[in-house]
């Protein structure tokens, strides 16, 4: 079944309440009440409760609670950043894997959020590397994980000797050089 409207679309939907949450926030001052956040969460709830796709849904929630974003990030609760972000797993619900994480790495969204947004391309002269939290998570969080596994789930280990270790699926110098892409 096809995904009815886009979490964006329904965001604007609600502009009436976001006039109503601005003059709250004026006129009150407290410090929980905030437009977009307020927004998002009535625009996600509303598509929830009101459309038939429960399977689409259950597995867009969670892709997005593997893949995350913030509402304590530098795009400060924008409400459309947080629409079209879901729009993704929407979208690639029964999808290919490769695209959501192509899309989320393309959206403004994740890299404000993982601060790969204009990162400086490396200068080993000047001491100017690009950050690696991104290249780390898709890496640690979003795709192989940290050690190699058989194929019944267990870790693999490496024995020296005496010493029996996890084998590692990366190490740092994997995840500089996909810094690098990220620039």
């Known amino acids: 079944m096809p995904i009815t409207y886009s979490f964006e679309s329904v965001v604007i939907d609600y502009y009436q309440y ?16 905030s437009a977009s956040i307020r927004c998002w969460e009535y625009a996600w709830w509303q598509y929830h409760m009101t459309q038939p ?16 974003i913030s509402t304590k990030s530098a795009f400060s609760n924008d409400t459309y950043a947080f629409g079209s972000f879901y729009d993704i797993f929407m979208t690639h619900a029964f999808g290919n894997y490769r695209d959501i994480i192509q899309e989320v790495t393309y ?10 947004l204009a990162n400086p391309k490396s200068d080993t002269i000047n001491n100017i590397f690009p950050d690696e939290k991104y290249a780390r998570e898709v890496m640690q969080l979003f795709t ?13 280990y490496q ?25």
């Open 107 to 116: 959206h403004p969204a994740m890299g404000s959020y993982l601060t790969y």
């Open 53 to 68: 796709d429960l399977l689409h849904q259950k597995i867009a929630l969670a892709l997005s609670e593997i893949i995350v």
């Open 144 to 156: 192989i994980g940290l050690d190699s596994l058989h194929l019944n789930g267990q870790s693999v």
């Open 18 to 33: 976001v006039r109503y949450a601005l003059f709250a926030r004026d006129n009150t001052s407290p410090e929980n009440v």
């Open 159 to 183: 024995i020296n000797g005496n010493d029996t270790s996890k084998v590692a699926t990366y190490d740092n110098e994997t995840i500089l050089e996909y810094s690098k892409i990220f620039t």
